[in-house]
């Protein structure tokens, strides 16, 4: 498989690109912006950098996580879809392993495997870049916003384009969430001290 038809079988994967984009920069947003304001209110000064490599230690365990988790989730599905497709042509069970459709299955599952992580690893550095480049707590913070809902509507967009829905619709859903997990960290960051 060259370059090409590998970035596009990871598109083909959009559901694990929107999960995986998605839970990077919403969770590691959330990450970030708790961390920033716990340290605030309760009055300890924390470098925007240890904000950042916070946040980016929570995006490598979470892409870690989605990664294995669909490897482990798509490998039941794949397996399950294997053995009935053998009790339908009346084959032992296993008799479809090492076959074309178990080698096409594998790969399913390494990719989804790839494209879950990927982006979620990907994902992750969107609020964690402001953090580790601006110095002034409040200038990250507004930053870290600005790149988190803007890469939020470009995911809308590239799911209503994917599902042929309204791009608008797609993306202000998105972007809703969004605003929800934020305002769930603000409080709890905020709530200490």
Do not use: W
């Amino acid at each position: 498989m060259n370059i090409r038809e590998f970035i596009e079988e990871y598109f083909k994967m959009s559901r694990y690109v929107a999960l995986g984009t998605m839970d990077g920069i919403l969770a590691v947003m959330g990450v970030t912006l708790t961390a920033s304001g716990v340290a605030g209110a309760a009055g300890i000064e924390i470098s925007n950098f240890a904000v950042g490599l916070t946040g980016l230690a929570g995006g490598i365990a979470l892409a870690l996580s989605n990664a294995f988790g669909s490897f482990i989730g798509e490998r039941a599905e794949e397996v399950r879809t294997i053995r009935e497709l053998e009790q339908k042509m009346m084959l032992d069970e296993g008799k479809l392993d090492d076959t074309h459709i178990h080698q096409q299955a594998k790969k399913r599952i390494y990719m989804s495997m790839f494209t879950h992580g990927f982006s979620s690893f990907a994902g992750s550095f969107v609020p964690v870049v402001p953090f580790l480049l601006i110095s002034g707590r409040v200038t990250a913070i507004l930053c870290t916003l600005m790149l988190c809902f803007s890469a939020l509507i470009m995911l809308g967009v590239y799911l209503g384009r994917v599902s042929r829905e309204s791009i608008i619709k797609t993306s202000l859903e998105i972007v809703i969430i969004g605003i929800l997990i934020g305002v769930v960290s603000f409080l709890i960051g905020g709530g200490h001290g």
